[in-house]
């Protein structure tokens, strides 16, 4: 298990590492799984909270993607495929598979034949068989509340959900399990010196002390901020993607839906999560600042409830039915020719420049070939150990105590009981390294994006609770609330209701 309390840098910098691996997003967790498993002396830093990048900001999928399919990229989506299916077996109650829906109208392209045809490869590629057609009249049953102008019928095929931040923890867990060693809230500002003599500066976001570790191999995990720790030129485009959380009550769906924008035809899902209804994401070029948390903006949220009320016209979706708002970065490969956002690959690369490996890109679903990848040229493995962990059968070994339903994505665990938030508060206070209020509501639970009011009253019931477990007085309390509070309405709210 992660330890309950964040160890002392000043002691870990004291120890010798054969690897630090900077960034604990999945990537940068899976790298710290695979060199644990291998017995490599390692230390994963986080700048601020594990899953706090884009690892707990996700469509939450864990699947081939057909669109990337149907641009050409198979390779991307048998490797995708294949891990899907083997996280589906290992992580049964965080991994779960689910039902997609592709709506086909009159005139649509592609129309439900040509659909067919890469259903029947997609799912080839995966080693299942589990897609087919589902009338006009089935699909207004399942999905009442969808627009019926021109419908067909609907492509029913499968791929998976899950609880991204919930994910990295799993997979930090079982690191942990195998001996590694991590810290969030600890930035590396620098690597200096060849590979096998490399320096870190590695400063302690909470105390603000620099400590320089000595270490023979760095891996930079650090996703969309990859460019800042490489040493080489820029070749991360980051890419905002947004999504909108409403009642499922407004917008009932039991299926993964992908419906097409009326205004440029982009596929957006439309899914259940964690009793609430997921609407994303957008694709656009992310220009702000990277070290502030991303944020939602006016024009894609109505691009976004656009998408909602053309496709399905009598739900009349507007703001005010918004519960909560999501956006992340992706840290997309630039191709370098200024290719439309949604035209860019989705592959990862890793790359190295005077000694550092930097590994970027990439998708949720396949940090384990990532992660395998990466070790290879750090030279901690050979070509034959990359063909034998490529094709080995399990990742996870250890037992999982995380408590049963939590990060399941279709269950709102533990709902409004107090005695059932209790426990689960208990559990992930003494056993996931929360430094901060917003660790524990938005990435170790999402209560901060599942419940209307951000949690208020959970936290009003549960304050002794917290305070007592990370020993915090009132003064420290009014700061987190603060803190909570101002990181909630400025990435997780609508700029409306920002005020
Ligand atoms: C909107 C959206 C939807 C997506 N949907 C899906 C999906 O449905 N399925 C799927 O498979 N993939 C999806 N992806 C892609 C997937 O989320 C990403 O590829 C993946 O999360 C990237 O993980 P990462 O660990 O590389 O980066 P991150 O999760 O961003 O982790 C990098 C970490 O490095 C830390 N860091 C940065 N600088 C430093 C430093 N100097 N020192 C220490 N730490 C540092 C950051 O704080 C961050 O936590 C989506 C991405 C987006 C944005």
């Given at each position: 298990m992660i330890a309950g309390k964040r160890p002392l840098l000043a002691e870990l910098a004291g120890e010798q590492w054969d690897l630090v691996v900077v960034g604990g997003g999945i990537?940068?967790?899976?790298?710290?799984?695979?060199a644990a498993q291998l017995g490599i002396k390692t230390l994963l830093v986080e700048k601020q909270d594990f899953a706090w990048g884009t690892s707990s900001r996700s469509s939450k999928m864990v699947h081939g993607g057909l669109r990337y399919m149907a641009q050409g990229a198979v390779r991307l989506t048998r490797e995708a495929l294949q891990e899907r299916e083997r996280l589906l077996r290992e992580l049964p109650d965080l991994v779960v598979r689910q039902p997609?829906?592709?709506?086909?109208?009159?005139?649509?392209f592609p129309g439900r034949w040509p659909m067919a045809i890469v259903l029947w490869l997609y799912d080839r590629l995966a080693s299942i068989r589990d897609h087919?057609?589902?009338?006009?009249?089935?699909?207004?049953?399942?999905?009442?509340?969808?627009?019926?102008?021109?419908?067909?019928?609907?492509?029913?095929?499968?791929?998976?959900?899950?609880?991204?931040?919930?994910?990295?923890?799993?997979?930090l867990h079982e690191a942990a399990a195998e001996g590694a060693t991590m810290l969030n809230?600890?930035?590396?500002?620098?690597?200096?010196?060849?590979?096998g003599e490399h320096e870190v500066a590695l400063r302690d976001q909470l105390t603000g002390a620099l400590h320089t570790l000595h270490v023979k191999h760095v891996?930079?995990?650090?996703?969309?901020?990859?460019?800042?720790?490489?040493?080489?030129?820029?070749?991360?485009?980051?890419?905002?993607?947004?999504?909108?959380l409403v009642p499922a009550a407004r917008l009932p769906v039991a299926d993964c839906l992908t419906v097409r924008h009326p205004q440029d035809g982009r596929p957006v899902f439309v899914f259940p999560w964690q009793g609430l209804t997921c609407i994303g994401t957008t694709d656009l070029d992310h220009k702000e600042d990277l070290d502030q948390e991303p944020a939602i903006s006016q024009r894609e949220i109505d691009y976004l409830l656009?998408?909602?009320?053309?496709?399905?016209?009598?739900?009349?979706?507007?703001?005010?039915?918004?519960?909560?708002?999501?956006?992340g970065v992706r840290p997309v490969i630039s191709s370098g020719k200024g290719l439309d956002p949604s035209r860019e690959r989705r592959d990862h690369a890793v790359w190295q420049e005077n000694g550092i490996i930097t590994v970027s890109g990439?998708?949720?679903?396949?940090?384990?070939?990532?992660?395998?990848?990466?070790?290879?040229?750090?030279?901690?493995?050979?070509q034959t150990a990359h063909r034998r962990l490529l094709a080995s059968p399990r990742l996870f070994r250890q037992a999982a105590s995380v408590p049963a339903g939590l990060g399941h994505p279709l269950k709102p665990w533990p709902g409004e009981e107090q005695g059932a938030q209790a426990a689960l508060l208990?559990?992930?206070?003494?056993?996931?390294?929360?430094?901060?209020?917003?660790?524990?509501?938005?990435?170790?639970?999402?209560?901060?994006?599942?419940?209307?009011?951000?949690?208020?009253?959970?936290?009003?019931?549960?304050?002794e609770r917290i305070c007592n477990a990370l020993g915090w007085d009132e003064q420290r309390w009014q700061h987190e609330l603060t803190r909570y509070r101002t990181i909630l309405q400025h990435s997780y709210r609508t700029p409306a209701a920002m005020g």
């Open positions: 990537t940068g967790a899976g790298v710290l799984l695979l997609y829906l592709f709506p086909i109208r009159k005139g649509q087919r057609w589902m009338s006009a009249a089935e699909l207004a049953e399942r999905v009442p509340a969808l627009g019926r102008e021109q419908l067909r019928g609907a492509m029913r095929y499968t791929d998976a959900l899950t609880d991204d931040s919930r994910l990295v923890l799993r997979v809230y600890a930035g590396v500002e620098a690597v200096t010196g060849p590979q891996i930079n995990a650090t996703g969309a901020w990859a460019d800042k720790l490489s040493g080489s030129a820029p070749r991360v485009r980051p890419l905002r993607g947004s999504h909108l656009a998408l909602v009320n053309s496709q399905f016209p009598d739900v009349h979706l507007g703001e005010a039915d918004i519960i909560s708002t999501m956006a990439g998708k949720l679903t396949t940090f384990r070939v990532i992660a395998i990848d990466a070790l290879l040229a750090a030279g901690l493995i050979d208990d559990w992930v206070l003494t056993h996931e390294m929360v430094v901060h209020l917003d660790d524990l509501m938005l990435r170790r639970t999402r209560f901060g994006n599942l419940l209307a009011d951000g949690g208020d009253a959970l936290l009003a019931a549960h304050a």
